[in-house]
């Protein structure tokens, strides 16, 4: 085996490179490709990502055992990221941003300056998040949460009033931003435009301000519930920042659920953005499951020339 180039990285040394809980990669480095492997990037261009096979030519050695940066428990190499590997071979997803020759300019390096590249290949990835384990990594998470986690705080939730549409129309304007706050006033305004019923609680904060909010209507179906009943669907749902993670959310959904169970509904459904991680993470904690992953798409139709 030959190294096909090396790593141009701005770290010289291995404690300049972050590690450890929330460590992000997104150094600025080369992949310096050798001349006579140039011909091998041809077509690379169209990949945004790629995974980056390389040597820890300076590990020294291996441990089967050993403590991750990421937590206070011993794992097994093979179940962790260590340089000290029986064959010490790296594996990194870079983004490209441009390729100059045999030069590519790569974002998230995470390998020391000078470091041999083995091998590149387009990152492809057909494994929904929703199948994905992330083995002892989620209990490390869950065991270094008690220091992260916020404090409860008081609230209440009860249904909206007229005089709580001014907040509700700035919490809409950070949900859905591509509406501005006076736009989701005036559809605040106008009321429900469905012909089922609907209705939004609020959780008010010690101070009496609004902290959140959940909008829950009647839908005649939803996927992956059954046809034959109407669902209750989470139409929005958001908490103030500063207000997540401290119950607030769940609050706000159980006054859903208990509506949506009085309107004769047997099942809750909901969605959220494919990208939108502490969403599907919110929801995954108060017992939805993923049951579908959709693109949506539009396409104007233009205007239509009707001949006589
Ligand atoms: C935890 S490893 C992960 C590397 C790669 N992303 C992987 O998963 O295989 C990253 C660490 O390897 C070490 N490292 C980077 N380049 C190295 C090299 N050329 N030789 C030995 N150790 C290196 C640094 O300490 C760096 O923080």
């Known amino acids: 085996m030959q190294p096909i180039g090396f790593v141009r990285s701005p770290y010289s040394d291995k404690r300049e490179i972050p590690k450890g809980p929330g460590a992000k990669h997104e150094a600025l480095g080369i992949l310096e490709i050798r001349p006579e492997f140039e011909l091998g990037l ?9 995974f980056v096979i390389w040597l820890f030519d300076r590990a020294d050695g291996f441990d089967l055992i050993g403590r991750p940066p990421t937590d206070d428990r011993e794992h097994g190499v093979f179940a ?10 790296g594996l990194t997803v870079v983004q490209l941003q441009r390729r100059d020759g ?3 300019h790569v974002k998230g390096v ?9 091998d590149i290949k387009p990152y492809l990835s057909s494994i929904p998040a929703d199948q994905l384990r992330r083995g002892w990594m989620v209990d490390a998470e869950r065991r270094r ?3 992260t986690v916020a404090a409860p705080i008081a609230f209440i939730v009860r249904s909206a009033m007229g005089s709580d549409r001014e ?12 509406a501005s706050v006076e736009e989701h006033r005036r559809e605040l305004e106008a009321g429900s435009v469905s012909h089922l019923p609907t209705e939004t609680f609020v959780a008010v904060g010690e101070d009496g301000g609004l902290v959140g909010f959940v909008e829950v209507g009647l839908r005649s179906h939803a996927d992956g519930c059954d046809a034959a009943k109407p669902v ?6 958001f908490v103030n920042e500063e207000c997540r993670r401290r119950g607030v959310g769940g609050a706000l ?7 949506a169970r009085e309107q004769g509904c047997v099942e809750m459904a909901s969605d959220t953005w494919i990208d939108h991680e502490e969403s599907q993470k919110a929801h995954a904690a108060l017992g939805f499951e993923v049951v579908d992953r959709c693109v949506h798409f539009r396409k104007s139709l233009g205007k239509t020339t009707i001949r006589e």
């Open 42 to 50: 041809t077509d690379i261009e169209g990949f945004s990502h790629l």
């Open 80 to 89: 962790t990221r260590s340089p000290r590997r029986p064959n010490p071979i």
């Open 102 to 104: 045999a030069l590519l």
């Open 110 to 118: 995470d390998m020391l300056d000078g470091t041999p590249i083995l």
């Open 145 to 147: 949460r008690p220091a």
């Open 167 to 178: 907040q509700v129309a700035h919490m809409r304007a950070l949900l859905w931003p591509s």
């Open 232 to 237: 209750g669907f989470l139409e929005g749902w």
């Open 253 to 259: 959904v159980r006054a859903a659920e208990l509506w």
